[in-house]
């Protein structure tokens, strides 16, 4: 079966801290796809990264990385230099090639401090 | 990143009463999925919907639930007798630019249900 934990339910850092969210995840199948999406305030979901299970390079996006290690299933996400806009809810999320739906963690919350 | 609307952002309604939510791409895609949030929770996959066939559904999938794409652009997803347990954001997404069931699926901005 096919299981994405978030042990961080909130966190809370003051603006310019980095933060690390963590995820780790559980699946049979050897090839599958992992995500990152941003939940704000306001409600919508916002997709962030997508990474394929063949490919471990980790990935920066400005303030933004991740951090994919397959040995351990995690799939990290750092934020660098945190800002207020960053407060939101960080789902971290799994699909299987093969398959149509995405499995959500429980997310983590994120509140960053003035 | 591709486009979705979805109608009404908020719907209130009569435990036992029918709902129907809508999704509309702006461009045609011939995948949608329906995604529902209960307050404060987890994200949960309910279906997929590919070429007018569902392709996969989970078990909150019930009876109670249908899609159907009912003039080849929106997508509705309709709850026949609502339950209080239904309250929740229901998201419709679609895949990227692609269009293939492998792509990243991008959200639309919700529909929150109410029932009362």
């Known amino acids: 079966a096919q299981k994405v934990t978030q042990a961080q339910t909130e966190i809370s850092v003051v603006e310019k801290e980095d933060v690390t969210l963590d995820c780790v995840y559980e699946?049979?199948?050897?090839?599958?796809?992992l995500f990152w999406y941003k939940q704000p305030p306001s409600g919508e979901l916002v997709f962030l990264i997508r990474?394929?299970?063949?490919?471990?390079q980790n990935e920066i996006s400005g303030r933004y990385s991740w951090n994919f290690q397959k040995s351990t299933s995690s799939f990290n996400f750092t934020i660098t230099a945190s800002q207020v806009v960053d407060s939101a809810v960080y789902f971290c999320?799994?699909?299987?090639?093969?398959?149509?739906?995405?499995?959500f963690g429980a997310g983590t919350r994120l509140f960053v401090k003035a | 990143e591709p486009e979705v609307t979805q109608t009404p952002s908020h719907q209130v309604t009569q435990m036992g009463q029918e709902v129907i939510l809508r999704c509309v791409p702006i461009?045609?895609?011939?995948?949608f999925y329906w995604y529902r949030q209960i307050l404060g929770q987890k994200v949960e996959f309910l279906v997929s919907f590919y070429n007018n066939e569902i392709s996969e559904k989970s078990e909150i999938f019930d009876d109670q639930f249908s899609v159907e794409r009912p003039d080849g652009s929106n997508f509705t997803l309709k709850i026949r007798s609502t339950k209080l347990e239904d309250s929740a954001m229901y998201f419709c997404?679609?895949?990227?630019?692609?269009?293939?069931?492998?792509?990243?699926?991008?959200f639309g901005p919700g529909t929150r249900l109410t029932v009362l």
């Open positions: 461009s045609n895609h011939l995948y």
């Open positions: 997404a679609i895949p990227g630019f692609s269009g293939g069931a492998s792509d990243t699926q991008y």
């Open positions: 990474r394929n299970s063949f490919d471990e």
């Open positions: 699946t049979r199948d050897t090839t599958y796809y």
């Open positions: 999320a799994l699909r299987d090639t093969g398959g149509f739906k995405t499995i």
